[in-house]
């Protein structure tokens, strides 16, 4: 009979047959959550409610480049164009990172700049990371269980599960998930846990087309994986030393295979890499000694360890070094933590050796883990100068090393523990799961990303900078320039403190001292760019303020030494045009945007101002296969169709100006001005009605507007 049956006939001490009750409730529960769609589902819920505030979220930080104004994410035609950029055009960083930028290509197509889909999207491939790390330990562990072994088929599920969870709702990958720019380490864990999966499927398969099509599939999803980040390179090391140490069955040829082809995906990226313009030099490198890299790989170890055993203080920013702690005995008492830190490293270290060592069932599982987390950490140990000597996101891979020896540990235990460590991984899941969701609510806008930041002791002059900004964005001048003071105090060489301290001086009528920090910073720029981000914006603002002065010659002059220092940066191009356009008409600014447009096909901007340009010189035909070249560079902006519809009412060819203009409103089907102008189109077609159809709906969507407005 069934042992799960609501009641099963026994005989009672006299031999009659008598009926008991059926197994306890949580004993059903225990059969129903062993099904494995059940745990998916689980999986899946817990993932998406702890980050469920991050999907309100606005674009901060670096997503107002990379996922707002980023020219190559505005048309899947440039899809290829992205292989041959770095992710950060504007920088010396070499982040390698094609994947990503087409991710937000297809994010950009489907939800234009509303950062919810881009947050919705950051979710999904976190969510399904983790559901491929499930089914991948469910294989990994039943692979590494002894035939002898006492430890069942479905303690080892249970084990793939709890790791998996724990995972999925650990605060540590909020920077990862939560915020949009992260999701480089999302998109690498899920090619790479997916080629994984495809290898092991193909295994299976006898059908030889079929094999031979897993495993293209799965080389491709290697290749996706290290042009999403370069900690891929981790998952292919992993996977070889799988292969090779724990795989006993799998025939030498085939071991060899797996190891010619990770080669040869690694010559492939590397080619790819090649793709990029080369750029004059590298960034900035800290000269620490060997003896201080061994000190730091210790403290960011113990960093590490404690952020995963307990995730209470979180911010970006983080660091194990900083000399500032030296300075006096009271900074030194206040930092006094970071000191222990190395000591903390030791004992994960000494944890981690002992564990992989000690005999027991589970020991195998106890090697998998160590060896995936000090793989992962290798790269991020301080060993090499990543601009940063530790980072919460970088945990993304490391830290599933760190579950699987945990688990490893508990598979050990007698069998009356394992109750007791169910009943603790389940509170661990609910506390780390409360602390993702409050953390989460840190990524809503950036006043409060970079508020919570600096109280939470992310205290950096980027941080100081950026809120800084936000206070003069709200024209609260007296508030940001004392910001930026603090700052400079700090680092009197900053060039963006610098650079936004001029411009909020400038509003507040401090001319002199405004123009003498841009002239300062200006100066230069071409140095400073290996050390900061966007330096030109010091010549880009010196520029504007002289021309408001009516000194147009002094500030072409910059320009023009600005646009040699900096030649693919658009904004100077552009304002110079626009500069010696005014002063000397369309034929003087036309040969530096022929020149730029030429040299960047892929950008809308430079297209756009090219097409302007050959308007105004009556080049129509140019400036038709300019305008359509724009249009195709931006899926959403309208400003191209607009123009083109424009010229076409000039022409007189007025049908195909209505038809243009409905494009620009399937593109901006909410903004009036769009049906301001084709009610002009319609009223010179004398198509009444219609038009003032058109012009209703305007006033009607500006009206909508208006009240949002004022509330805001």
Known sequence: MNP?????????????????????????????????????????LAGILVRAPALQGQFLWDDDFLARANPFIKSPLLILEAFRHYLFPDSYASHYRPVQNISFIFDYYFWNNNPYGFHL??????????????????????????????????????????????????????????????????????????????????????????????????????????????????????????????????????????????????????????????????????????????????????????????????????????????????????????????????????????????????????????????????????????????AEHWLYLPSVGLLIFAAGCVLDLPIRFRKLSVALASVAVIALGARSFVRSGDWLSPEIFYQRTLAAGGVSTRVVANLARIYGNQQEDAKAEAMYRRVLQIDPNYPVAQNNLAEVLYREGKTKEAKQLFALTSADAGERRKEYPR???????????????????????????????????????????????????????????????????WHYGAALALGRLLAEKGEVEKAYAALRHASRLDVHDAEALNLIAMMDVRQDRLEDARATQGRAIARQPNEPRQYVMLGSILEKMGRTAESHAATATAARLTASVEPDALAN
């Open 535 to 601: 330096t030109w914006m010091a010549a880009l603002n010196l520029a504007r303020v002289l021309h408001h002065e009516e000194k147009d010659q002094a500030a072409l002059a910059l320009l023009e030494k600005a646009a040699r220092d900096f030649p693919r940066t658009w904004e100077i191009i552009s304002l110079e045009s626009e500069l010696l356009r005014q002063a000397k008409g369309p034929d003087a600014a036309l040969p530096i945007i022929q020149q730029f447009a030429q040299n960047n096909w």
């Open 121 to 390: 999207t950051n979710l999904a491939l976190h969510v399904a990371s983790g559901l491929l790390l499930f089914v991948l330990l469910r294989g990994l562990f039943r692979s590494l269980r002894p035939a002898s072994s006492a430890i069942s088929p479905g303690v080892l599920r249970a084990g793939a599960f709890f790791v998996a969870l724990l995972w999925m709702v650990h605060p540590v990958q909020s920077a990862a998930v939560d915020y949009i720019s992260g999701r480089a380490d999302s998109l690498a864990f899920l090619f790479a846990c997916g080629g994984w999966l495809l290898v092991r499927r193909a295994q299976m398969v006898e059908r030889t087309p079929l094999r031979v099509l897993l495993y293209g599939v799965a080389t491709l999803c290697g290749l996706l994986a290290l042009c999403s980040r370069e900690i891929a390179g981790i998952w292919l090391a992993l996977f070889l030393l799988h292969r090779f140490l724990f795989e006993k069955t799998l025939p030498r040829r085939a071991q060899f295979v797996s190891l010619g082809i990770c080669i040869a995906l690694c010559g492939i990226y590397l080619g790819l890499r090649q793709l990029p313009e080369r750029r004059p030099g590298g960034g900035p490198s800290e000269s620490f000694d060997g003896a201080t890299r061994a000190v730091l790989m210790l403290r960011a170890l113990g960093d590490y360890g404690r952020l995963m055993v307990f995730p209470g203080n979180l911010h970006m920013e983080r660091t194990v070094f900083d000399p500032a702690n030296y300075r006096s005995p009271q900074s030194w008492r206040a930092h006094a933590t970071t000191e222990y830190l190395s000591i903390l490293g030791a004992l994960v270290l000494a944890a981690l050796s002992y564990g992989a060592a000690r005999p027991g069932a589970a020991r195998s599982i106890r090697i998998l883990g160590a060896t995936w987390f000090f793989l992962g950490f290798l790269p991020i140990s301080n060993v090499v100068d990543l601009g940063a000597t530790v």
């Open 4 to 44: 799960t049956s609501l009641a099963v006939k026994v005989l009672n001490n006299s031999g009659d047959p008598a009926v008991v009750s059926s197994p306890p409730t949580l004993s059903r529960i225990a059969v129903h959550a062993a099904k494995p769609w059940v745990q998916y589902f689980f999986l899946a």
